[in-house]
């Protein structure tokens, strides 16, 4: 799948967004990649999930194991692993740290690679990693399928994607005119039940 193919697939669920977005990591946007709005669609992400376990297999081989940042990286993480034909897990936060609940494991020797949704400063990813080398198991890498920093995000591990974007993102205190003109909206998970 071309990059092209994978914005297509945004626009077509009408995921790509302009406006002033307050992104998760607290960065401001002019673009939002509203992905909740192509996994709704389960063919979509049966597409976008397929090339991107090509993309994995190309550059890591073969994998045992997906490990997803509870919330966005779930879906995107599951649909992967399914195309990989291996398990998928996820950790989720405790007291503001990702680990494994629900009787999730990473069993010895499992060759393991991390699946997010989008990257943009590497946060949730690299959070997610550390939680993952906490266990047993061999971490190949990681993967998602848009790389908002346009692969200047170090997330600690091999980073492939489908997509490279360079996005600008700004601090809320160095916005640009034309982005501090319009009212911000935040339409991210992260902090609502803060």
């Known amino acids: 799948m071309t990059e092209a193919e994978v914005l297509d697939e945004f626009r ?6 302009e406006g002033h977005f307050i992104l998760s ?3 401001r946007s002019p673009i939002f990649l509203q992905k909740m709005l192509v996994f709704q669609d389960p063919v979509r992400t049966e597409r976008l999930a397929r090339a991107l376990a090509e993309v994995i ?3 890591f081989g ?15 993480g599951y649909e992967t692993a399914r ?5 998928a897990i996820f950790v989720e936060r405790v007291d503001g740290q990702f680990e494994l609940r629900r009787n999730f494991e990473i069993p010895p020797g499992a060759r393991v690679v991390m699946v997010e949704d989008l990257v943009t400063t590497g946060l949730s990813s690299r959070e997610c990693i550390a939680a993952i080398r906490q266990h047993p198991g061999e971490l ?5 399928i848009i790389d908002r ?13 489908l997509c490279k974007l360079d996005i600008p993102a700004y601090p809320a205190d160095a916005l640009p005119p ?9 339409p991210g998970s992260r902090g609502l039940a803060a």
């Open 140 to 144: 190949l890498g990681a993967a998602c």
């Open 12 to 17: 077509a669920a009408n995921a790509l967004m």
């Open 178 to 186: 034309e982005l501090a003109a319009i009212p911000p909206v935040k």
């Open 57 to 59: 297999t190309a550059q």
């Open 83 to 87: 195309a990989l034909g291996c398990k």
């Open 149 to 161: 920093s346009n692969g200047t995000a170090d997330v600690g591990v091999p980073l492939v994607s």
């Open 62 to 76: 073969p994998v045992d194991l997906v490990v997803s940042p509870a919330m966005g990286g779930i879906i995107p």
């Open 25 to 27: 990591s607290g960065l």
